[in-house]
């Protein structure tokens, strides 16, 4: 299974950012939306994308036919798919090249998205434009003067965008402002949500930013709008940190906390998908604050992403949830002391 493994990378910010995403969607003239389209127009457009993105130009296709449901469920646990895409009945395709991941028979025909660790808004808007300037060159775009992209849900007529940053927010969690943000993210066409998007809970204290407007507005104002509001809130989680230790006993608690949470990480027999994601809130706050030696908040990213249960399942380390409790312990420690050679 080849994936591109953002989280391994150093990116800006990243004691409070974990990832940046965008997204287009994008959808073929004379071909219908899911569920007119059939079997045989599904086909042709993953032939058609293959035509577009290129092996020549440096685009690697992956067939999601070809996968077992269990990877395809890594890659959504990696966030390179959505966990809808990883469960369609179409079973399309994944073309990637460097940052960007498209998604070929989605909700969309197309969903294009670039990928980036820490915050990157500029360079994910960037990357998936170039891609999309490639489709519009070479394919018919179902677009509308009045509507903008035409796209299978309403919410995304219009730019058809959706641009994400990912952040770790335990400091503003404890200080009980995540509802507050809700709120004020909800009157300016922003909102907040869980680890995987839509509808999921705020697992590890990880919570995603994003644009619900894509109608009457453009790209770049969506960009910007996002970027300044990532800003204060990136702002204020560190003064909240400070505000956790601000005194000796305040910060010998956290360390305390962070410090029993590392050891229980590296000296686990089991460990299961629950434990280690409640675990990572403690150590990687810890690590963002200075507080383990030689671990930084990337280390604590590559263990969580790279230790969810189908990731694991799918690169064949373990056949049973029995078995996977154990590999995941003996990988967590791995990752967390540095040797996996990353």
């Not at 290129?54 to 296709?61: K, L, N, R, S, V």
């Not at 922003?190 to 507005?217: C, D, H, P, W, Y």
Request: aromatic share 8%.
């Amino acid at each position: 299974m080849k994936t591109t493994n953002w989280y391994t990378i150093q990116g800006s910010d990243n004691d409070v950012v974990v990832s940046t995403r965008v997204r287009l969607a994008r959808n073929l003239q004379n071909y219908p939306f899911d569920p007119l389209m059939t079997e045989d127009q599904a086909a042709q457009i993953c032939s058609l994308a293959k035509e577009i993105y290129t092996e020549d130009d440096g685009w690697e296709y992956t067939d999601f036919g070809s996968l077992t449901p269990t990877e395809r469920r890594a890659y959504a646990e990696k966030h390179l798919v959505s966990r809808e895409f990883a469960e369609s009945r179409y079973k399309g395709g994944l073309l990637s090249k460097n940052s960007v991941h498209i998604m070929v028979l989605e909700e969309d025909h197309l969903r294009l998205q670039s990928i980036y660790p820490g915050f990157a808004l500029e360079e994910a808007y960037r990357d998936v434009s170039a891609a999309d300037e490639l489709l519009d060159n070479r394919a018919q775009i179902a677009y509308n003067e009045k509507f903008g992209y035409l796209t299978h849900c309403p919410t995304n007529l219009g730019t058809g965008m959706r641009a994400s940053v990912m952040l770790f927010l335990p400091a503003c969690s404890k200080a009980h402002l995540i509802r507050g943000f809700e709120e004020q993210l909800g009157k300016i066409g922003l909102t907040i949500r869980g680890m995987t998007g839509e509808g999921s809970k705020a697992e590890g204290r990880l919570f995603q930013i994003s644009n619900q407007i894509t109608l009457g507005v453009t790209e770049e104002e969506t960009i910007h709008k996002l970027s300044g509001i990532v800003e204060q809130i990136v702002k204020q989680e560190r003064e909240l940190r400070g505000i956790l230790c601000k005194g000796k006993r305040d910060e010998n608690l956290v360390r305390n906390q962070v410090r029993r949470a590392y050891g229980t990480l590296l000296y686990a027999t089991l460990l299961q998908t629950e434990e280690m994601v409640r675990l990572y809130e403690d150590i990687r706050l810890g690590a963002a604050l200075g507080m383990i030696e030689n671990l930084n908040p990337i280390r604590a990213d590559e263990m969580l992403f790279s230790c969810m249960p189908n990731t694991l399942m799918a690169n064949g380390e373990c056949k049973t949830p029995e078995e996977r409790d154990e590999v995941r312990a003996n990988r967590a420690r791995a990752i967390l002391t540095g040797e996996t050679g990353n």
